[in-house]
């Protein structure tokens, strides 16, 4: 098939991808509505003659010493426009240079002004290089593809001798599109999209790939670019155009489209920070062989720019598929520099963007906007501290697929606490047990189980031998899929035996919890409408379980969570989307309260609520949903329904033992009981609602009391400094 009856099909079939919404299911996908989501597509004033680089790709990386590391140097991209040393600024004496040569055939040349020569044989695609100044030390970082073992391999030479210190290969299921940036820790961050239409994401940690997140992100993707500034992901689709991804393993797997033209497929795309200037903004750009020139872009400028390349005297267009920007300092300012290919004749040029042109990305109020306004989005946290802790532990994933995991409960084994279980549900279809090591011990094909809790000494109705009266521990759940309340029995060593449903009269059931009092279990159920109901359990002599309705009423709202504290008789609500509220449990004639409002730091949903006492002071935890944190409130000792947001908690990745941070969570729980060894002080588990590093199904994350318990004595200091 000749070029231009490809070019045609990939028009047909763009059309029929973006407008048929093929990969909807993958992703919620928004148009982009700035000044760059529909530029002119033809030349708007500003033409680039092209300069022909006759020795093809070659990448040069220029440093100083560790004293003034990085003053000059291309950090973004796999091909860097060369610049003279006249060209430098005075600020610059003592610079030197890493040249990079790149023989698809043969293999990678280096060099260095030092005279000194490497070269790694084989066939390569390089997708990242740059001189690393990192804790008084320097070295070449290459990240690149090896087309003879399908493997992504990352380099680190010595940046004098060019000596080879490290090689780490990952096996791959082939590259469509590979890129990488190094992140502040001085390790590149990685995205390869391989054959099979899958991205992954990767870092290095303790000499190992660490697999990060992959996700299906369909066919069509030509290049990519990561830009860990501004924390995106920029892909070139010759279907639909470029998208934009949050490249944050923990955010919500979605992806923009900033740019589409059905007549434009694009192939090239490159982005690169302004951290010659230390501003926080970025510049992207793409190419497409369908036009001659170069879309760039940034929060303060968005062109079309016209490229020619004369031939003979004469100016022609060019196919660039290719695309690789750079920012160089210069004594009258900033330039932004370009590498483009010809897909026609197999060319490679460079272009700088005029000064004028340049400095219109450059803008010191629009950029200085643009940072007023990344910083408004932490002005809600600004009245509250904010905590962050690590997970002691994680759960082995639950079978299905999907948002499954949703809420645990704690059974504390008092006869050998380190024997102590989480219950947890996964809500299409079982009820889970785990040890303390997160590792599965149970499961219970009983239906969609939505929310659990446990209760001690639930009496049963006979008595021994000795004539003494029985009782049991008990898990109850909210079952979906008969719209009951499903009762177990726990013994003593944690083993968990379906007993029978109690049927109720909800409409569709969801959210539960219980509370015991002289050996009768009140259980608090709720439906999508708003509508609780409570029922009081019996269990006979055979351990069949009866259930009487004792009590209903309903809030405004969907509800989920709920908590009961017996020494209070209070029982905390989620409402959804609203807030909080509170119930007097000693008597069913009580009607709710609404005792606290989302407002921010907290966002919606509220979702799981648990009690954790620190220092005496008792305090409701409660999941903000929305932006994947807890917010933590101060119960008043004299008005239990009044509480205080002290401030929120977020857990975060712990890289050294491959555990994840959480996001998204659903259901929580926290005991303040003597667990043993790290949870001595107390356990607290929450839902994960993305269960990444590597992508899984969703989770339970362990957290130790003792980790907890810091980080709410930080809240609390912090929230009465800030009162005093």
């Not at 059309?15 to 919404?21: D, I, Q, R, S």
């Not at 643009?370 to 501290?385: I, L, Q, V, Y």
Request: charged share 20%; aromatic share 6%; proline share 3%.
């Amino acid at each position: 098939m000749d070029n231009q009856k490809l070019k045609a099909l990939h028009c047909a079939v763009a059309k029929a991808a973006v407008f048929t919404g093929a990969l909807a299911t993958l992703f919620s996908c928004a148009a982009h509505n700035t000044t760059a989501a529909k530029m002119e597509s033809e030349p708007t004033g500003t033409v680039l003659k092209l300069v022909h680089l006759e020795k093809g790709f070659e990448q040069t990386l220029y440093y100083q010493n560790n004293d003034q590391a990085n003053a000059y140097k291309d950090t973004h991209g796999r091909h860097t426009l060369k610049v003279s040393p006249s060209e430098k600024s005075h600020s610059y004496e003592g610079t030197h240079a890493v040249s990079l040569r790149i023989d698809e055939h043969k293999g990678i040349s280096i060099t260095n002004s030092l005279g000194k020569t490497q070269f790694i044989a084989g066939s390569y695609a390089l997708a990242q290089a740059e001189v690393v100044s990192l804790e008084n030390k320097q070295w070449v970082s290459l990240v690149a593809f090896n087309n003879n073992t399908q493997h992504i391999e990352v380099y680190r030479l010595s940046v004098d001798t060019l000596d080879e210190h490290q090689l780490l290969s990952q096996p791959t299921k082939g590259s469509e599109a590979l890129c990488a940036a190094m992140n502040a820790n001085g390790s590149p961050h990685i995205v390869n999209i391989d054959a099979t239409g899958t991205l992954n994401q990767y870092e290095l940690h303790n000499n190992q790939f660490l697999p990060l997140r992959n996700f299906a992100i369909g066919p069509g993707i030509k290049s990519c670019s990561v830009d860990v500034k501004t924390q995106n992901i920029y892909l070139a689709d010759e279907f639909a155009g470029v998208w934009k991804i949050d490249a944050r393993i923990e955010s919500e797997l979605e992806k923009t489209l900033i740019f589409h033209d059905a007549d434009t497929p694009v192939e090239g795309v490159s982005t690169v920070s302004n951290d010659t200037l230390h501003l926080n903004s970025s510049i992207v750009g793409w190419v497409s062989p369908n036009k001659s020139g170069v879309w760039v872009q940034n929060q303060c400028h968005a062109e079309f720019v016209t490229l020619m390349q004369d031939v003979g005297g004469i100016a022609e267009t060019i196919e660039p598929e290719f695309l690789h920007l750079a920012i160089s300092s210069r004594q009258k300012g900033p330039r932004i520099s370009l590498i483009v290919d010809d897909d026609a004749s197999g060319n490679v040029y460079s272009a700088e963007l005029p000064l004028n042109l340049s400095a219109a990305y450059f803008n010191d109020g629009c950029l200085s906007n643009e940072n007023e306004t990344g910083a408004s989005k932490d002005s809600d946290f600004s009245m509250h501290s904010r905590a962050s802790v690590l997970p002691s532990a994680e759960t082995q994933p639950v079978q299905n697929y999907g948002d499954a995991a949703d809420d645990p409960a704690i059974w504390v084994n008092e006869q050998a606490p380190s024997q102590s279980r989480i219950v947890g549900t996964d809500k299409k279809g079982a009820l889970n047990t785990y040890d303390l090591l997160g590792k599965q011990r149970q499961s219970l094909a009983v239906g969609r189980v939505n929310n659990v809790d446990v209760g001690y000494k639930v009496a049963v109705n006979s008595v021994n031998s000795n004539g003494v009266k029985r009782f049991t521990d008990i898990a109850v759940a909210s079952n979906r899929s008969h719209n009951s309340l499903s009762v177990f029995d726990i013994d003593k060593n944690g083993n968990v035996t379906h007993l029978g449903e109690i049927k109720t009269t909800l409409s569709d059931i969801y959210g539960m919890c219980l509370f015991v009092n002289d050996g009768i279990a009140h259980v608090f159920a709720n439906d999508t409408s708003g509508h609780f109901e409570r029922y009081e359990l019996s269990i006979n002599e055979n351990k069949a379980v009866i259930g009487k309705l004792s009590q209903a009423f309903s809030l405004p709202s969907q509800p989920e969570g709920c908590v009961v504290d017996t020494q209070t008789r209070t029982a905390y609500l989620g409402e959804e989307a609203t807030g909080i509220w509170a119930l007097d449990v000693g008597s069913t004639d009580n009607a709710p309260t609404f005792i606290s409002a989302i407002a921010p730091p907290v966002e919606a949903d509220i979702e799981g609520l648990a009690l954790f006492t620190v220092d005496e002071q008792k305090y409701l935890i409660a999941s903000s949903q929305g932006n994947n944190s807890y917010a933590i409130y101060d119960i008043n000792k004299e008005n239990v329904d009044q509480l205080t947001l002290i401030g929120v908690i977020q857990i975060t990745a712990d890289i050294n033992n491959r555990i994840d941070g959480v996001s998204e969570t659903d259901g929580l729980e926290a005991t303040n009981a003597n667990l043993g060894g790290i949870y001595s002080e107390g356990l607290w588990v929450v839902q994960d609602g993305r269960n990444v590093m590597p992508s899984e199904t969703q989770n339970f994350k362990l957290v130790s009391g003792a980790t907890l318990k810091k980080a709410i004595r930080q809240l609390a200091n912090d929230t009465n400094a800030l009162n005093n």
